[in-house]
């Protein structure tokens, strides 16, 4: 063999594992910002998955996932989301609601961020409107912040001679004092009484029940909040415990034995925060995506926790719910 030859081959062999690894360096990367932990969300994790699946993209094959998870602890996500911008990701899914969001606004006017929050992004100042969101960011308005008077409705149907109703609040959510104005509205205009409680860490919980009991509250409704819903199964249990009916957010609380939820599919929309992020690793630009907003909410009522606190579901409840677990 000739020298020219060997030499040849030689830079030859040379450049196999530059090419692998530009091949390697080529995949995108997401960054995945949540406020809450992985294993309670992991169904809605299940759903982004889908999402990206559905539009051409499988986490380590095509696309490499960042995860970052808050863990309930509002005050870490803007380190998290300047950790994740500064691993350059091509797009930043901003989940579990707006401490997330507003995190990976403040850490970039560039990346393109796909998010999901509660209440409405145009009054939060994200976007400049549905349709036409300006910027570098698009995604979902669940709107289950702005639910919590209809959520207080279905439990004073439920239970009509509920006289005080508590309401459990996290005062770290950016939306607790708009979900402490509705309520008061609300029960204002019902003619019942709101008792508010606050926690915003687990050390709270037992606190603030030990405290709904001490003022005879006849039900409760908790507030929609991301790191609520990260517990759902202690909030669950500690309402079963103290024989307390309660209304949630999501239909994963009833699944967990609580007595009623009233909301959107949250499965639905983490998937659609998957299926947006694929459109952005495609080319789509945030600006030509609207921001999208459900049409559709379930009522689902636990049975077995309805009996076990001694209560009757009206008839006509009964009929409105999408789905009763016996």
Known sequence: MKRREIITLL???????????????????VGFLNSASPHAFAPYVAGFLQGLREGGYIDGQNVKIEYRWAHGQYNSLPQLAAELV????????ASGGEPSVMAAKAATSRT?????????????????????????????????????AKRLGLLVELMPKAAIIAVLVNPNYEQAESQK???????????RQIF??????????????????QQKADALVVAADPFFNSRRNVLVALAARNRLPAVYEFREFAD????????????????QYGMYTAQILKGAKPVDLPVLQPTTFELVINL?????????????????AEEVIE
């Open 181 to 191: 104005k509705e309520v008061r509205e609300a029960a204002l205009n019902i003619g």
């Open 256 to 271: 967990a034995g609580g007595l009623m939820s009233y909301g959107t599919s949250l499965v639905g929309a983490y998937r």
């Open 112 to 148: 393109p961020i796909v998010f999901g929050i509660g209440g409405d992004p145009v009054k939060l100042g994200l976007v400049a409107s549905l349709g036409r969101p300006g910027g570098n960011i698009t995604g979902v308005s669940l709107l289950t912040s702005s639910l919590e």
């Open 196 to 213: 508010i409680v606050e926690a915003s860490s687990d050390r709270d919980f037992d606190p603030a029940f030990a405290a709904l009991v």
């Open 86 to 93: 500064g691993h350059q990701v091509a797009v930043l899914v």
């Open 304 to 320: 077995k926790t309805a009996k076990a606190l001694d209560l009757t579901v009206p008839p006509t409840l009964l009929a409105r």
């Open 11 to 29: 830079g030859g062999a040379a450049a196999w594992p530059l090419a692998a690894f530009a091949q390697q360096q080529a995949i995108p990367v």
